[in-house]
């Protein structure tokens, strides 16, 4: 009787201190959530779930981790599991059904508010016959009534200051994707406050990392470099920040300084103008007319808030250009037939200049249809392609100048050189050879739209192979980039693979295959991987593949297929590489472990402790070495796997959490005799 007793008294005391200490964990993440601690959050839950992977409130707390970061995918995959192991915690629902919009996937989100509202409490299920009718265009005129009177009371108590000195806004409801109080945000806004450029520079950088495309670090870091003198990154980040809410708009006020720095009248004038029609500054808009009446030359007084807002329209033309001297450089100002002296005249010019060069294009596609080309291709300093349609004929200089500017860096300039080869020489080889070298750049610097509205227009043109090809291949993949997949899908449907220009058949089996992925993963996704996989020849981009091939399966909850994807990576690893083989190791480690594969977890941990001593990652193979252990009842083993953890990386996260988890194992090793009474 007395050994029962003890039995009983081992087997509660367990199970209380694995609760309690799942419990504690469970805590702890939600609070590193809410001070926007992330990484040490998603660490949290990880761990819970390394002890208990059928954890639902861990699985939720992870994918709200992963909403919060942007990462939209595998958040979805995080409800999803906690709907599995809790089908009535639907607060899993309600936060799938958000995923899915953020991905703008509407059909899903639709879905997942239909389910909610069936089984969510009131107030779940009132938020979802909402956002149900918003997705369906059902909004009620209540609900936009009062929309409209809350907007038009909140502009009429905000008041703007001029642009350098406007304080940051709290987001829109339709900026929600975005935060703007993170700690990185609020340190970075405390080093401008303070013009201390650099450092508030670093913390925008920062900010990227964790919410990459957030218009609010890149307007801020647009002010940076504009005070840091570098103009060109500045209009980089500016272009990028116009969405940040109540304040995006000031971009305009710098660009138009940038420009009117660079002694490009027409750019400078088009922004300040953009400026104007958007702020409600009085100060602000008295500096900026001044600004403007200088550059076109014309009495100050002359330039009124009517002429300047009716002139935009006109003038943002302009901008799309990279000047409105371009002509300038092709002849002097004494035989310039679009010579300008004022605001007025430059812009009726501008509008001239551009049906002229239409006129003439067309004109040059009668005479001499474009070369199949490029007759030479260089590789830029970020790794893309160069072209030159002919290193002869006019424009080749040009195209000399735009590849100089990339090597060093230059983006902006680049863009603009490339811009003014289009301008000059409108129907010849090298003007086509511009938009794609400028298509290519955009995309590297993920101005997605740009490329978006680029590839369109230049489509309109009869454009020959390979260029063709080239330019739909850059419209589908930004089309994707921005969770356009139908489009994308058109886009790709046009592309001839393994042209000059590209893209291989490879790269387009890889890009089809992601877009069938976000609609129906199971019906093709997979098959269409492989044959990417098989047709690229190289062995990293090869393995690249196969990493989505894995996570792919691992989306569809096919871990078998998923874990012999990451052995193929392993054994094809080429001499000498880390990554995608390294993080393949990993995740057999962790999928082992899930599966309760004792043997082949601790083969592949110990693996990744061996082949890739990456001091932010061995930590935790080592705290899953003695997990390993402590699951198949070697208490010794797990506590020298433990000490070597807190002996040899003293201080991280994982060997703070190892001196718990030694002292179960500890406890454990004492109680065994009892256990087995």
């Not at 420009?259 to 008295?286: F, H, P, R, V």
């Not at 050879?433 to 590839?455: C, K, M, P, S």
């Not at 991987?529 to 691992?554: C, H």
Request: hydrophobic fraction near 35%; charged fraction near 25%; glycine fraction near 6%.
């Amino acid at each position: 009787m007395f050994s029962r007793f003890l039995i009983l008294f081992a087997f509660v005391a367990g199970f209380t201190f694995a609760q309690n200490s799942q419990s504690v964990r469970l805590k702890q993440a939600q609070d590193f959530a809410d001070r926007g601690k992330y990484k040490e959050a998603l660490d949290e839950y990880k761990a819970v779930l390394s002890a208990d992977k059928n954890n639902a409130e861990a699985y939720l707390g992870a994918g709200n981790v992963r909403f919060k970061m942007k990462d939209y995918k595998l958040a979805i995959d995080n409800f999803q599991l906690a709907q599995k192991y809790n089908p009535k915690l639907t607060k899993a629902i309600e936060a799938e059904a958000e995923a899915y919009e953020a991905l703008g996937q509407k059909d899903n989100a639709v879905a997942r508010w239909r389910a909610l509202s069936e089984s969510g409490a009131i107030e779940q299920k009132t938020k979802a016959l909402s956002r149900i009718g918003a997705l369906l265009g059902a909004t009620t005129t209540t609900t936009a009534t009062a929309t409209a009177t809350a907007t038009t009371a909140a502009a009429a108590t905000t008041v703007q200051k001029p642009a350098a000195e406007q304080p940051p806004a709290p987001p829109k409801e339709k900026d929600s994707r975005f935060t703007y109080d993170s700690p990185e945000f609020k340190a970075g806004l405390a080093a401008h406050d303070k013009k201390q450029w650099a450092e508030s520079a670093k913390y925008w950088r920062e900010v990227l990392k964790k919410e990459p495309g957030n218009p609010g670090a890149y307007y801020y870091a647009g002010v940076c470099r504009f005070n840091m003198g570098e103009l060109d990154n500045a209009v980089i980040n500016f272009s990028k920040s116009f969405e940040y809410p109540e304040k995006g708009f000031n971009a305009n006020y710098y660009l138009g300084r940038i420009y009117e720095q660079k002694g490009d009248k027409a750019q400078a004038i088009s922004y300040y103008n953009k400026y104007m029609q958007l702020t409600s500054n009085a100060q602000g808009k008295a500096e900026v007319r001044v600004r403007v009446a200088r550059l076109g030359e014309v009495p100050a007084n002359a330039v009124s808030e009517t002429s300047a807002n009716s002139a935009t329209s006109a003038t943002s033309a302009a901008a799309s250009g990279s000047s409105g001297s371009a002509p300038e450089q092709a002849m002097s100002s004494s035989v310039n037939p679009y010579a300008c002296n004022s605001l007025e005249s430059c812009m009726k010019m501008e509008e001239k200049r551009k049906q002229d060069s239409v006129a003439a294009y067309l004109e040059s596609l009668k005479n001499k249809p474009l070369t199949i080309g490029p007759e030479k291709i260089a590789v830029t300093e970020y790794g893309g392609s160069f072209a030159y349609a002919s290193t002869t004929e006019v424009g080749s200089a040009d195209l000399q100048k735009a590849y100089g500017l990339i090597q060093r860096k230059s983006f902006q300039s680049a863009m603009d050189a490339l811009q003014t080869t289009r301008q000059k020489f409108p129907g010849t080889p090298n003007s086509m050879a511009a938009a794609y070298n400028l298509l290519a750049l955009y995309q590297y610097l993920e101005l997605h739209d740009r490329v978006i509205a680029l590839g369109n227009s230049v489509l309109q043109e009869p454009v020959p192979e390979p260029y063709k090809s080239a330019i739909f291949y850059m419209l589908a993949a930004s089309h994707v980039k921005k969770a356009e997949f139908q489009n994308g899908y058109n886009s790709l449907s046009n592309v001839v693979e393994d042209q000059k220009l590209g893209p291989t058949r490879g790269q387009k089996l890889a890009l089809e295959a992601e877009i069938a992925a976000q609609y129906k993963p199971d019906q093709g996704s997979p098959e269409i991987l492989k044959k990417a996989i098989d047709a690229e020849p190289s062995k990293s981009k090869k393995n690249e593949l196969r990493l989505k091939l894995a996570d792919l399966y691992g989306r569809l909850q096919d871990q078998p297929s998923a874990i012999q994807v990451y052995k193929d990576i392993i054994e094809d690893c080429p001499p000498g590489t880390s990554d995608p083989c390294r993080k393949a190791i990993y995740e057999l480690g962790d999928r082992s472990f899930l599966l309760q594969n004792w043997p082949m977890a601790l083969e592949y941990y110990n693996k990744a402790v061996e082949q890739y001593k990456d001091p932010a990652l061995v930590p935790w193979a080592l705290f899953q070495i003695g997990n390993v252990f402590r699951k198949q009842g070697n208490f010794k083993e797990a506590v020298r796997s433990y000490d070597r953890l807190i002996k040899e990386y003293s201080g991280t996260y994982w060997a703070d959490q190892a001196e718990l988890y030694k002292k179960d194992a500890i406890w454990q090793e004492r109680n065994q005799g009892v256990l087995k009474k």
